[in-house]
């Protein structure tokens, strides 16, 4: 599968983005679906991540309550919206995929899109 994602930008504090990651290639509706970030000189972290259909979902304890992953299987795209923004939300997004596994470490996800700059500015 390819992912490539997008929607990032810069905004200021307390502002909202979404970010899009469209998949082609195999079915999406197998994959389960990460996010990750990583700010410059720090290692990538996990954000967010969601099962298959959905149904379950994983999130940072950095950003409950502010980032919500969705994904539309129909259009082939994971979401993450993005609400409440902090200056340490700044980082590269990455989204991510696996056919067998979900959740918070790096190493469930065999596939990675090129990443997308979210900036925010206090």
């Known amino acids: 599968v390819q992912l490539q994602a997008s929607g990032g930008g810069l905004v200021q504090a307390g502002g909202s983005l979404r970010l899009s990651c469209s998949a082609s290639g195999r079915t999406f509706s197998t994959y389960g679906m990460g996010w990750f970030r990583q700010a410059p000189g720090k290692e990538r972290e996990f954000v967010a991540a969601?099962?298959?259909?959905?149904?379950?979902?994983f999130y940072a304890d950095s950003v409950k309550g502010r980032f919500t992953i969705s994904r539309d299987n129909a259009k082939n795209t994971v979401y993450l919206q993005m609400n409440s923004l902090k200056p340490e939300d700044t980082a590269v997004y990455y989204c991510a995929a696996d056919l067998v596994r979900v959740g918070a470490s790096r190493s469930f996800y065999d596939y990675w899109g090129q990443g997308t700059l979210v900036t925010v500015s206090s």
């Open positions: 969601m099962g298959r259909s959905g149904s379950t979902t």
